[in-house]
């Protein structure tokens, strides 16, 4: 297949939007993506989404941002699996680019979902027959793996709170952030409201909405529309056993290991050259566990590099640059295709008081379910 | 990009499914269409599915499936255009596969939506803020088209009659379609229910449950799994604007022709080498009009083709050879790739009773919404 590079990118703050409809924010980010790559139009678009069936009555949804945008006539299409459904639709343009079938793409996220009460529906991400029958929910999974994780490794109490410490300190440069002005210490995540035990409210990352796109042309071309084009070196989606308890060992993130894997032999690099990884972090724990599931720590000792400040700029790894799913804010549909831009930015040094000093690789990691789908894209400059 | 070819294919009966889960229908047809192609593993499954949000309180359909077949790891994704997501699936498997990416790819459509009150559902295909609080839904907006139709070109009552009856007529010979024991007169159908004025219940497709597989490959190693390989000449998606409303003409389906036209360019052929066409024959009126957009009729003529028995063997172009959407049924999700099953017998000679002589090219066209997403592939041997 032929290379493909992001040429623009469009983003709108995270927040609980009350005065546009689902499908003006939609619109309004590929207008500033197609601004961003001096377009004005382009040939097909992919869109995602979680929660619109439910929330907007809508199950048409890409045409329905195509009509909005002004691209009547274009290629529409929506992708979708469960949370990780923004990298979805960045990999059906990736391969329509990559394919030689589609010249410029557009990958556009949107969720609207604030405002009501959402858990039920995230939840049908889970085993409607098996697992909602019982009240599991995502928080209830992600509770289960965090309590098995402290029966089998006894860390501190304090060990996994270092994470959202994190994301929320670097979503204090990021202007698109939900989360911009705050700041907690591991004492406050350890005393903020009991959710689910053992997560607690500062664990989880928040409800909220948001839209964000990005552009994709073929490499040979990317120049006529950006300047600092930033390629595509690699994309992977990878599955586990649907439900956690048929895993083998439901602390170790299989799919995040296999996907990372791929995409790592696709890029041809190896994790350690990874420059930035934007993770997952919808809960303290699942952010730990990639860790792990990556080959950053052992089993048992993700928590250790958060808590030795191996995160940040100049550290082993730093993750969540730009406040990650926690403080950047988590508007599921639109979560990936966030990741993307906020890649791009630092790629290309623009990504403010965020910035990580000589970024050259950024790896993405998008979760469906409790790490059910797992779908890992490499950017590089 | 490379050329790609369906090896395999799985279908079971369109009906109403009781005994079985969603899941287990997908399942099935994976299996089904692994031992046509011989294969006991793909590297991707691309799901369709339109109602499982609310239906099955499923939002990760393609993981599910992966899990319930046995394919745990590989890579799994849902694509949707609303009714047009079986066609959108078999259109990123076949992206994925022709860019180089995927070797093995696997697209499967899935609907389980009978024993339930789904006209609201299904209206979710149209604008929730703009067409849903006027009460309208899929019936009654194809019933406006109907009725603009009569009012503009005043054909005999039943012109729009010999469409159910030529599909009823097709289904008796296909032992998957939902009825294969019907046989109908113009009058009958004139003297059917009123549903919505002017359509009546013989004029729209049923509420029912199906799932259908099929399995791509390269075409340079096609026949290791299938002696008689078929091509995807053509894959195309174009969209119209998304109210019927805000088109110059509603009687002119323009992503009907779009797609159609990009469809042809990318197979370089005429409409008039197409040895049969699979169209979206959800409602009378739908089939005619896009007889219209296709040209193979003049706007206001496109039932004088039904009435003149040109739409079977032998005429200008059979359609809805094995049932269509209107008696084979019509699971929504699941119905582009029934489309593409019946097209494999039809050009492999395996269509029995159904069987179009010497078909060589297949058209298959597939609609989201009132023809707000159309998707058109061209299938050859």
Known sequence: MRPVSIVGIGQIPVKKVYDKSLRQMAAEVVELAL???????????????????????????????????GLTGIEALQVRAAMASGAAALRMAYLAVGSGT???????GVEQMSGS?????????LDAEVELPHGETLVSQNAHLMQVYFERYAPPPDALAYFP???????????NALFSDRQFTTADVLESRLISAPIRLLDCSPICDGAAAVILAPTEVARRFSARPVHILASAVATDRFRITDRRDPLVLEAVKLSAEAACRQADIKVAQVSLLEFHDAFSIMACLT????????????????????????????????????????PIGATGIYQACEAVLQLTGQAGGCQVPSARVAMLQSVGGVAT?????????
Do not use: F
């Open 102 to 108: 589609v010249e410029l793409a557009l990958a556009v």
């Open 373 to 381: 789908t797992v779908i890992t894209h490499i950017l590089a400059v």
């Open 165 to 175: 410490v994190i994301a929320h300190e670097n979503a204090r440069q990021n202007p």
């Open 117 to 125: 009460y959402v858990t039920p529906l995230l939840a049908k991400a």
């Open 35 to 69: 601004e961003d790559a001096a377009l004005d139009r382009v040939d097909a678009l992919y869109a995602s989404n979680m929660l619109a069936d439910e929330m907007q009555c809508q199950k048409h949804v890409a045409a329905l941002v195509a009509d909005e945008a």
């Open 291 to 330: 860790l792990e599931a990556l080959g950053y720590a052992e089993p048992g000792t993700g928590w250790q590099l958060a808590a030795s400040g191996q995160l940040g700029p100049g550290g082993v790894i730093p993750v969540a640059t730009m406040g990650g799913l926690k403080a950047r804010g988590h």
